[in-house]
């Protein structure tokens, strides 16, 4: 089931506000990227920031140490990388193997106090030259699983938990589909649904991701799922139901990379992440660094 898609029309992105690299408030408070918002935007709509400028940026993710399988480049060009804005974080799924990162998550009551209904999501994501699934698998979104259900097999029934990770599958040319991976109260099956934004990614290219998540009012089919892809919507659902209880709220932002399933890959792959973004409102997106 894809998403409905909303033709190639931009999203005017008005202005620019420049988050000074280093520390702030919050778990750590890592403030370490550049978010480009409205002008009308204020700091406090922005929940966080990441950029991964400094070595020591899993501190403001709340860790003592980098998560398994990811490295911070700032070249890498055997594996086709360019950066975007300096250094990028290099994740990698190992032959034989599911999981990236693991436990890179950032729990929203820690940044914003509270559990919000509505959130924003964004981040730079780019393939590597040795990217080519043959399966199905996971990549970075939001999350209300609760250590309950919600992934992994375990299905949601409106009361338990719930998530809208991004997913990927092989497409056509040695392109990558991508779209939101679901578990949700209507659905039917063990496992998530995945819904396309069908727009295909190459390797080599850095693609700005935004992802919009409302909660819908508990028991009513009006949730919201936006998707941007360099600031173009290509997935807009209005229809979603993830929960029948109020205590069901947006509980964290998963940095998730998994392939599977059950399979695993037949050799190394990578992937780069940037600019990691979270907000109260829509972020945008921004041009990357000149070419010296």
Known sequence: MSCNRLGRSLVRVLGTLLLAAGFGAGLGGCRAGVAVLDPSATVEQIAFTSGFDSPLWFLGWGRRKPPVNTTLVTRDDALGFAPFRGPALRIKIAEGSHAGPVDLEMPLEI???????????????????????????KLPGVAGTYGRAGWGGRPANGRNGWSARA???PSRQGKTDYGFYVYHADMTRQHGDAWSWGVPLERNRWYCIEQHVKLNTPGKNDGILQGWIDGVLSCDRRDVRLRDVPELKIEKIWMDVYYGGSKVPPRDMHLYVDEVVVARRQIGCRSPEPTP
Do not use: N, T, V
């Open 111 to 137: 940044i914003l106090g509270y559990e919000p209904d509505e959130i924003y999501f964004r981040y730079y994501l780019r393939f590597a030259e040795d990217w080519a699934p043959e399966s199905s698998g």
């Open 167 to 169: 997913h990927f599958r």
